[in-house]
């Protein structure tokens, strides 16, 4: 032993022969990469690994990005869903967290934290997911970009791709159909990527103000349209949905949107357009958006970065197009100082969106626009057709006073109601203000007073700008007929001093006297 120990190396000449050997690689690897172009380097590699490295390794690995083709990987985002239900004794790390209104008697939720490894069992398989980040080289999109491992036996690699996969989609997509919370996201401009926020919105059919027969046309349009998917691939369409609301402010139209997410389960993806540098950023965004969504533009007549609302004045060159409806002519406008990435978004890049070409990339889609001013709209977003739906969010009547009162004070009748649907008829008045009003207290009474109170502060309001016009109006009418008078007046003298002078150059004309100078001649 003693003798085995002495014939050893020193630890200094093993350092040297380390850092030799590490520096003729380090050599050997920059002559690789100086003399070999990147192209060949890569097959090399490659060729390496299959038929060299791979001899010595039984596993094979997937790589599943979180961006696929312009858009989000439907793969990774499975994947983030699935495997936090397959976390058990095996795995080492797990990420925990609490939802706002999460019960503290029940366990945090699960899910898997970066540099984290989950191991499923499927058909006899063994399958070790990790989850990895790297920096994204793009210098656009500086963020982390997550990214699965999934490592298997190679011999497994065919049951994987046909078998593991499609589970792991579908088991996902079960999970998603019976979630219980929605999600609301929101653009993130700086890191060009949606962020996400639980969605709790109460609002409901059952406590939206509207005219009855409005609101069950809209609960059964959604519905046919959620269980049409095959009517939609038989006849050729995207099974896709866009609904326009329309009113002014405090009508509602952000509170339906919140009952249609709710009524139909969908997650809102709530893009200011005025944040969008351009329609290539558009696309993009718009495509990493899922299926099962809505996505929603608010006061799309007001988005200042786009050029939505109305598109964007023609070049000089572009007049002799045919310009009405037809959008893609619209489209033509040129900012030529600008580059095309700050340009904003252009209204032929959503309409592309809408029903162009990019509209097939996604299913099961509801597109929803609210705005106060339609009239303000471009005539190409208008169109009938354009958007499936228009919807007039009006101010409130007696069938939506009614819901209100119901929601709020809970009671169905009232001594008062008579007299506060009278008056709801006489002004106008927006759900939001009627909320307001019978929010003040919890006794209906007290409530109903002060709605009592505002709708005849109104009512007074409108009957005496309703006097004031009148009088105007009166006074207007007596200045014209007075000027009228005038006009008469002035006209008849007009007409008999010409018929004078007419008929004092005929008698000269005839150079005979006329009867008044005969008579006077007599006399004289
Ligand atoms: N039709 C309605 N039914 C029930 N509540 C309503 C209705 N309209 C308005 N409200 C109440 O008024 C508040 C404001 O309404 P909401 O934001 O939905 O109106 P909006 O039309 O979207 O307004 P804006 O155009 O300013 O965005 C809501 O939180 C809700 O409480």
């Not at 040297?16 to 990147?38: G, Q």
């Not at 929010?439 to 409530?447: H, I, L, N, Y």
Request: with cysteine; net charge neutral; aromatic share 10%.
């Amino acid at each position: 032993m003693s003798s085995f120990l002495k014939n050893l190396p020193s630890t200094s000449s093993l350092v040297a022969a380390y850092a030799t050997i590490s520096t003729f690689l380090m050599l050997l690897k920059s002559m690789f990469d100086l003399m070999v172009p990147e192209k060949a380097r890569e097959s090399i590699i490659a060729i390496v690994q299959e038929h060299i490295i791979s001899r010595f390794f039984t596993s094979f690995t997937f790589v599943i990005e979180e961006e696929w083709e312009f858009g989000d990987n439907a793969l990774f985002r499975a994947a983030m869903v699935y495997l936090p239900t397959k976390i058990g004794p095996s795995t080492q790390t797990v990420l925990l967290g609490f939802k706002e209104k999460h019960k503290f008697e029940t366990p945090p939720e699960t899910g898997v934290p970066v540099w984290g490894h989950v191991v499923d069992e499927f058909e006899n398989m063994k399958l070790k997911w990790t989850l990895k980040s790297k920096k994204s080289k793009n210098m656009l999109y500086s963020r982390e970009r997550k990214f699965f491992h999934l490592t298997c036996n190679k011999n497994h690699r065919d049951k994987v791709m046909k078998n593991y996969f499609p589970h792991v989609a579908l088991t996902a997509r079960s999970i998603l159909n019976n979630r219980k919370g929605l999600r609301i996201y929101t653009y993130d401009q700086s890191h060009c990527y949606w962020e996400s926020t639980a969605f709790k919105h109460p609002s409901t059919f059952a406590t939206l103000a509207m005219e009855p027969d409005l609101k069950k046309f809209i609960m059964e349009d959604l519905d046919m349209f959620v269980n049409r998917k095959v009517f939609f691939e038989r006849v050729g369409r995207t099974w896709k949905r866009g609904y326009l609301l329309y009113g002014p402010p405090g009508t509602g139209k952000s509170s339906l949107v919140a009952a249609i997410a709710n009524h139909v389960r969908y997650n809102i993806y709530d893009l200011q357009l005025g944040t969008v540098k351009s329609d290539f950023d558009l696309r993009r965004l718009l495509t990493s958006t899922t299926n099962r969504s809505i996505l929603l533009i608010e006061d799309i007549d007001c988005s200042s970065n786009s050029n939505v609302a109305q598109e964007r004045p023609k070049d000089s060159d572009d007049d002799d197009d045919d310009d009405d409806d037809d959008d893609n002519a619209n489209a033509k406008v040129k900012k030529k100082s600008m580059p095309p990435s700050s340009q904003g978004v252009t209204l032929s890049g959503l309409l592309n969106f809408i029903d162009g070409l990019w509209s097939s990339c996604g299913e099961e889609r509801i597109i929803i626009f609210t705005t106060n001013f339609r009239e303000k709209l471009d005539p190409a977003l208008r169109r009938p057709g354009r958007m499936d739906v228009h919807i007039n969010m009006g101010y409130c009547t007696p069938a939506g006073f009614r819901v209100l009162v119901s929601t709020y004070l809970g009671i169905q009748e009232h001594d008062l109601f008579v007299r506060i649907e009278k008056l709801i008829q006489a002004v106008e008045i927006t759900p939001a203000e009627v909320a307001q009003q019978i929010m003040k207290s919890d006794q209906p009474e007290v409530a109903l007073e002060s709605l009592v109170e505002f709708l005849s502060a109104k009512k007074n309001e409108v009957d005496e700008a309703k006097t004031k016009k009148a009088e105007k109006d009166t006074k207007q009418e007596e200045k014209l007929s007075a000027k009228n008078g005038v006009d008469e007046a002035k006209t008849k003298k007009e007409e008999k001093d010409t018929k004078q002078e007419e008929k004092l150059s005929g008698d000269q004309d005839n150079g005979q006297p006329s009867e008044s100078e005969m008579r006077s001649i007599y006399l004289t």
